[in-house]
């Protein structure tokens, strides 16, 4: 069965926001790495609309390799995005949800393909109250935002986690790999 991965970049002190993170070549190494590996990857509106950035480099360079390649494998993998105010997508590998997320995540666990990434921390929340995240990749990289979206917002219980392993990048970030303990 397909495992699903929550991905997500934060603060040190837990915030979610791509603004204010200084991603560098190894990084978007990782992350093309693991979109390659998986098959599907799900959004909320406002990560999508962040997402869309990297559109403009299928056509025009960024001068940076890295950043390129990511773009590229940006576009090509498959994104389904949940939005009650978005009617349409226009990038060809995008698609509106058509379920909530735990009926959509269902179906897609049942279809053959590789891993299902969730990259939004209101999706990554929803998921985690449901027990259907089989894997946490948070990548805590090396600045203080003072305020912002706290990642796991609203939830109400203690979620027990196994460490897996840990990765470190050479501009200070750290990726922790956990996964859920399960009752």
Same mark, same amino acid.
């Given at each position: 069965m397909r495992k699903v991965i929550a991905a997500i970049n934060m603060s040190l002190d837990g915030f979610c926001d791509h603004t204010l993170m200084l991603p560098d070549d190894e990084i978007?190494?990782?992350?093309?790495?693991? &979109?390659?590996?998986?098959?599907?990857? /799900?959004?909320? $509106?406002?990560?999508?609309?962040?997402?869309?950035?990297?559109r403009a480099f299928l056509?025009?360079?960024?001068?940076?390799?890295?950043?390129?390649?990511?773009?590229?494998?940006?576009?090509?993998?498959?994104?389904?995005v949940f939005s009650r105010t978005l009617?349409? &997508?226009?990038?060809?590998?995008?698609? /509106?949800?058509? $379920?909530?997320?735990?009926e959509e995540l269902t179906v897609l666990k049942e279809l053959p393909g590789g891993d299902i990434l969730v990259g939004s921390p209101s999706l990554i929340v929803a998921l985690t109250k449901s027990g259907l995240i089989d894997e946490y990749q948070i990548c805590i990289h090396p600045v203080?935002?003072?305020?912002?979206l706290p990642l796991f917002n609203n939830l109400s219980k203690k979620i027990r986690l196994k460490y897996l392993k840990t990765k470190n990048f050479g501009g200070g970030a750290t990726i922790l790999y956990y996964e859920p303990i399960r009752q």
């Open positions: 978007h190494q990782h992350y093309t790495d693991l &979109l390659r590996e998986s098959d599907t990857i /799900l959004y909320g $509106r406002i990560t999508y609309q962040l997402m869309e950035y990297w056509t025009t360079s960024s001068g940076n390799k890295s950043s390129d390649e990511f773009a590229q494998v940006m576009n090509s993998i498959p994104k389904i009617k349409n &997508l226009d990038w060809d590998s995008a698609r /509106l949800a058509s $379920r909530n997320i735990v203080i935002a003072g305020s912002g």
